[in-house]
């Protein structure tokens, strides 16, 4: 895991078991850092999906709509879009 600010970076091996492990460490750590206070802070999370078919071309706000049509274009990016759709789920449901 690396954590990168203006000023300061750090970087640490960790184990994790799964995406909501993984998103419970990353929010632990800047918070931890006092990159952030509060999880209040968090406006919002930015998301790369490896492909979003004719649908998305561009940054695209992510919805509920939104979210099922990515788990929908699953077998144009099968080793990416399943997993790009949970962290999206993760995050939404832990900074949310």
């Known amino acids: 895991m690396t954590i990168k ?3 300061q970076k750090w970087q640490e091996t ?3 078991a799964d995406h909501r492990d993984a998103v419970t460490l990353l929010l632990e750590k800047l918070l931890g850092y006092q990159i952030i206070n509060s999880l209040r802070d968090i406006d919002g999370v930015g998301h790369r999906v490896a492909h979003g078919g004719e649908f998305f071309k ?3 706000l992510v919805t509920d709509e ?5 788990e929908r274009l699953a077998e144009l990016a099968p080793l990416h879009n399943p997993v790009n759709a949970l962290g ?4 939404s449901s ?3």
């Open 94 to 96: 832990t900074v949310a």
């Open 66 to 70: 939104t979210l099922a049509q990515i």
């Open 14 to 16: 960790v184990p994790v």
């Open 58 to 60: 561009d940054s695209t």
């Open 5 to 7: 600010t203006h000023s």
């Open 88 to 91: 999206i789920h993760v995050f």
